[in-house]
């Protein structure tokens, strides 16, 4: 090796030297072993409990809301305090109306409830039911002491908006109900929302402030859609749980409204209290695009998501079914 070779190396090692040493000093700056590092992360998901929250899902919906070029469709005038149609085959909002005020939700809350329990379903799959589980008017008719699985008590809890299921679900949960709602909270955290807020797991309200927004029932029933018994149960019109040794038969018809009477409804939930008046968050597939309708606060919202359908259907150039 003549002698500029050498030198050159040399020169060049000398350089890597020095990034080394300077990479050294800035990691100690950034990073210091003695000093606490704040996580990005929410706290509950870096001090994981109770596999309350397993990841982050922050599928949030694109705003493309151009009314000018919904020039031969007039949308419809709605008795509903909030609402909002979402394409998630177009990712294009269809219909928006106040869809970010926090408003009471009453048995919406539900979808929670059922995404909560699947993520968290008892190994030995046995729910004892409880005297305290037995709350509301809204009932699948539970009996103390009986012993269901989780599928049977989803189908109560969707289908006859049963509390006593959403209450057996919940205090069954590692932890208790206590827990059970703190898991709620956490998951909408997870989605990245801001502006829900559980309470309980039925959705009956009087015992803390419960809300969300229209824009956060569409985010949340998306990522509820992705569980294949949620979307199957939601989707069934009536089902028998035939009787067993620890409980009794159960005969069980869904409430959703347009389930039987607008073609392409596959579910979700219904809701009411007097608070929240008529809620309801439906899920269409029809002519190869799925649709998320919610409202909330509404007079007559059968009536009112059959218009929103069919005109979220009309500015896309779709003739809607024919219909009850």
């Not at 990073?31 to 309350?52: A, D, E, G």
């Not at 309470?199 to 029933?221: C, F, M, R, S, W």
């Not at 989707?235 to 067993?244: G, V």
């Not at 009477?261 to 002519?287: D, I, M, Q, R, W």
């Amino acid at each position: 090796m003549d002698k500029n070779k050498f030198l050159y190396a040399l020169y060049m090692c000398a350089i890597g030297v020095v990034l080394f040493l300077g990479i050294l000093v800035t990691q100690e700056n950034l990073f210091p072993k003695n000093k606490n590092v704040t996580s990005p992360l929410p706290s509950f998901l870096t001090f994981i409990k109770n596999n309350q929250v397993l990841s982050l899902d922050l599928w949030l919906p694109y705003w493309i809301y151009d009314k000018s070029t919904y020039k031969n469709a007039v949308a419809p005038e709605i008795s509903a305090r909030s609402a909002l149609v979402y394409d998630l085959t177009t990712g294009k909002v269809l219909f928006e109306k106040n869809s970010k005020e926090r408003l009471p939700m009453a048995s919406i809350t539900k979808i929670m409830t059922a995404i909560i329990g699947l993520e968290n379903q008892k190994k030995d799959d046995k729910y004892l039911v409880t005297k305290d589980d037995l709350v509301g008017e809204d009932s699948m008719w539970l009996s103390e002491g009986e012993i269901l699985t989780l599928e049977e008590l989803l189908y109560g809890l969707m289908l006859h908006s049963g509390n006593d299921a959403a209450e057996t679900i919940a205090s069954n949960y590692s932890g208790g109900r206590e827990k059970f709602t703190e898991a709620m909270n956490n998951k909408v955290k997870a989605l990245g929302l801001s502006d829900t807020n559980f309470t309980n797991p039925t959705g009956l309200e009087g015992d803390g402030k419960q809300y969300t927004t229209a824009y956060d029932l569409l985010v949340i029933t998306k990522y509820a859609m992705q569980f294949t018994l949620f979307r199957k149960i939601v989707s069934t019109f009536d089902y028998h749980i035939p009787a067993t040794e620890t409980h009794k038969e159960y005969f069980l018809e869904n409430e959703t409204n347009l389930l039987t009477s607008y073609p392409g409804v596959f579910g979700v939930k219904t809701g009411y209290t007097p608070e929240a008046g008529l809620c309801l968050v439906t899920y269409l597939h029809y002519n190869r695009h799925e649709i998320i309708g919610v409202i909330l606060g509404s007079d007559n919202r059968r009536e009112e998501m059959k218009e929103l359908l069919d005109y979220g259907l009309k500015i896309q150039g779709i003739k809607p079914p024919a219909h009850g």
